[in-house]
């Protein structure tokens, strides 16, 4: 079995298909109505030259008991579900963790997640945020309506407190 991870600032229409295409609301948060921002970077892990699992990250500055950290935003962790429980998702988290930390030198990493997938980003060095997060939405500043998870990235570490995302989530 082949294997290659792809990077790409723009997912082609066969990829988007392929990755988001083979079911309704897959991530499980259409019923929250909420406004999500793109990616600015998608890695796309190919098995035998077919995409099967995708993570995208963007650069982001978040506000920490009031004080800026600049974050990796992760999203779009998907695995179609033939090639799940492969390990693909968890090696291009893995890929992207290292980009955060080596290349993009961000002070964390920051994800959105169902609480059903809490104890798999544990497993991988991901922490649960204790504290409400404040996201922004068209309406106006919300508190996320599920879990937020940081992955402390570098030598300063994170600060735990109140986080303000000062944008839409990912």
């Not at 792809?6 to 406004?35: H, M, P, Y």
């Not at 997640?113 to 497993?123: H, I, M, Q, S, V």
């Not at 939405?137 to 109140?162: C, F, K, N, R």
Request: net charge negative; hydrophobic share 45%; with cysteine.
């Amino acid at each position: 079995m082949a294997e290659e991870i792809r990077q790409t600032e723009v997912l082609t229409d066969e990829e988007k298909q392929r990755l988001f295409g083979w079911g309704e609301n897959i991530f499980g948060v259409v019923a929250l109505k909420l406004s999500w921002r793109p990616k600015d970077l998608h890695f796309v892990l190919y098995s035998d030259g077919e995409p099967v699992s995708h993570v995208g990250v963007l650069k982001h500055v978040v506000s920490v008991n009031g004080e800026p950290a600049t974050v990796g935003g992760v999203g779009g962790v998907v695995t179609v579900p033939e090639a799940q429980k492969k390990g693909f998702a968890r090696q291009l988290m893995r890929h992207a963790a290292k980009l955060l930390e080596q290349e993009w030198k961000m002070d964390a990493g920051l994800l959105f997640c169902l609480p059903k997938l809490l104890a798999y980003y544990e497993a991988l060095g991901w922490q649960e945020v204790e504290t409400s997060v404040l996201i922004e939405q068209p309406s106006g500043t919300i508190v996320s309506p599920v879990p937020v998870m940081v992955l402390p990235l570098g030598e300063a570490g994170w600060s735990s407190g109140s986080i303000e995302l000062r944008g839409l989530p990912w």
